[in-house]
């Protein structure tokens, strides 16, 4: 069960000319490549890297951004049975160190000059284990005498003809080092088997049709569990996939590539939601009638949609005119196309769902880790519960355990931390069960609903518990506000670090006409304070009083993944800020 013979085989056989992968072009343009090209472009690479000498089961990294070499050599990798390591692109020198050492990888790809600068400087140390370096951009500057290749080069006299190795459902596909809110990552193991099961059942829960004509934009971290997963699974099931290599030109390769699926973080989509509320808002009396008007259509129809049931004939009349007047033009700015959206990582409101179904767009939240092979649970296509994270995958098994933490057992669950016994034993029950670290609960219908992160959980000094994950997602849904650090553990009540949305704030200093001078002396400004005052009050005013935010202070500039502040995949390293930012704290109380 060799996860990259059951992704080429198939769709070579079935559909060689079809394209397979697209990815960007030196002049602006996007190129793809047929399963036939695709596949023998894969070939060449894994041909090369055996004449290289990587064996069985060796260790080879990938440190680089998304691309189209990123996951050719991926499946390279798989196919002569070698293992990925895959290693975030933002991780500095000592991060990518610590990887490349603790997996003993012999080879690494890299897609950038200071990707290429830190594995040289780590090659020429004598500790570690790694031989060479090999580079998917010609743009790179590198020295050859330090074994460093070209990938076109490497790749140029290898053959297009090729076997896979025989691998079983439990052999190692790829050790995943997660990004870690405290400590050093730990690499999780995950086998052929757990992506090969997860992708079968994800095809019977969804019941997808014509599969094979679907467009996925990859704009997230393929080192991440999410993206590769969904990435693998589209090209599993035949689908197109384009590769964006910055995610910050994410707008316009929407408009370009025009997908009808991708998988995002709840940022983006609380994004585009706030985005859209935003310019609703500022229209006339006129339009912000039309846009009402239309969204309860759209609310209506789809409670019909989702409940599985017939939708009245009037309803859908009035349902094509909203689309005319309103929902089209917010979906020819996502490219037009798009139906399905698969987002996990963190909570997401259910107001936030609610438009997207409202607008024909169905967001399918889900749940699961990077020990999980990503997805536990997910909304199915019908029936979901908005602010739930769906039903369990076929061949899953989810309870709620001590603490009301969620347990896991079946498909998709690693087979334990590398290297690590005793860390790998801390997270499993004696009768097998993954320990999940999350809190939930299951309703009555089979729903589950994550209350927060176990060890996340505050107490005030008064003795209320407060989950600050549900708090910072629903005042995050705002586009003035790009990230907030709740603060209540042992506090008398709670409080906040706020990073504005730059971008937002800016547009509004020019309209109140309030002259720029830096960020640092905008963020004390009592008219701005009070401003985020009333939008936060505004937000929280159906919580519990002991819920609300009763003070906060402006942050004069985003948490960064260079300081440490936040993980490669933007979640917040709580500690680390609480700690950082101690005496701003303190002043608030």
Not at 143 to 167: H, N, R, T, V
Not at 518 to 533: A, P, T
Request: glycine share 6%; proline share 4%.
């Amino acid at each position: 069960m060799n996860l990259a013979e059951a992704i080429i085989k198939k769709n070579v056989e079935k559909h060689p000319l079809k394209s397979a992968i697209g990815f960007k072009k030196k002049d602006g343009g996007w190129k793809e490549l047929s399963w036939q090209k695709f596949s023998e472009v894969i070939f060449k690479t894994a041909n090369a890297l055996k004449d290289l000498g990587i064996e069985l089961n060796d260790k080879v990294a990938i440190y680089a951004d998304n691309s189209a070499e990123w996951m050719i050599f991926d499946l390279a990798v798989l196919s002569i049975g070698a293992i990925t390591v895959p290693i975030y692109s933002t991780n500095n020198t000592e991060q990518a160190e610590f990887i490349l050492n603790d997996s003993g990888a012999k080879s690494v790809l890299v897609g950038s000059q200071a990707q290429y600068d830190s594995c040289l400087e780590i090659l020429k140390k004598e500790s570690t284990g790694l031989k060479t370096i090999i580079i998917s951009k010609k743009a790179v500057w590198i020295k050859k005498e330090f074994s460093s290749f070209y990938l076109e080069d490497f790749i140029a006299k290898s053959s297009p003809k090729f076997e896979f190795s025989e691998k079983n459902e439990d052999d190692t596909a790829t050790i995943i080092y997660t990004s870690g809110t405290t400590g050093n990552p730990k690499g999780v193991i995950l086998p052929h088997g757990n992506f090969v099961k997860l992708c079968d059942a994800h095809f019977e829960f969804f019941k997808f049709k014509n599969f094979e004509d679907e467009i996925s934009l990859a704009f997230l971290p393929l080192t991440h569990v999410f993206e590769r997963s969904w990435t693998l699974l589209c090209l599993y099931g035949g689908a197109r996939v384009y590769f964006l290599e910055d995610p910050k030109d994410i707008a316009k390769a929407l408009v370009e590539v025009k997908p009808s699926m991708m998988c995002v973080v709840p940022r983006f989509l609380q994004k585009v939601y706030a985005g859209v509320l935003e310019k609703a808002d500022e229209g006339s009396s006129l339009k912000k009638k039309i846009f009402n008007w239309a969204l309860e259509i759209g609310n209506q129809t789809a409670e019909f949609k989702r409940k599985d049931q017939t939708i009245p004939l009037g309803l859908k009349c009035k349902e094509k005119v909203a689309d005319l007047l309103v929902f089209s033009k917010i979906k020819e700015k996502l490219g037009g196309r798009l139906w399905f959206i698969p987002c996990g990582g963190a909570s997401l409101s259910p107001e936030v769902t609610h438009f997207f179904e409202s607008i024909d767009i169905h967001v399918t939240v889900g749940y699961g880790l990077t020990e999980t092979t990503a997805t536990l649970t997910a909304f199915p296509p019908t029936n979901f519960e908005h602010g739930s994270c769906g039903k369990p995958l076929p061949g899953v098994e989810i309870r709620i355990g001590e603490h009301d933490e969620i347990q896991a057992k079946g498909n998709g669950i690693m087979k334990g931390y590398y290297k690590r016994p005793e860390e790998t034993e801390k997270v499993f029950t004696q009768d097998g069960w993954f320990k999940t670290g999350d809190a939930g609960k299951f309703d009555d219908k089979g729903n589950l609903f994550i209350t927060d992160r176990i060890k996340d959980l505050m107490k005030t000094s008064n003795g209320k518990y407060i989950a600050p994950q549900m708090i910072e997602n629903l005042l995050t849904n705002n586009n003035f506000i790009q990230q907030i650090v709740l603060i209540a553990e042992g506090k008398q009540f709670v409080s906040a670090l706020i990073v504005p949305n730059f971008e937002f704030l800016n547009d509004y200093l020019k309209k109140k006409n309030i002259p720029f001078t830096n960020w640092e002396d905008i963020v004390q400004k009592k008219e701005i304070i009070d401003f985020y005052k009333e939008k936060i009050n505004e937000l929280q005013k159906h919580l519990s009083d002991f819920e609300k935010v009763k003070k906060f202070t402006l942050m004069p500039a985003e948490f960064e993944i260079s300081s440490g502040e936040i993980t490669p995949t933007l979640k917040i390293k709580r500690n680390i800020v609480l700690k950082k930012y101690s005496d701003i704290i303190e002043k608030m109380y």
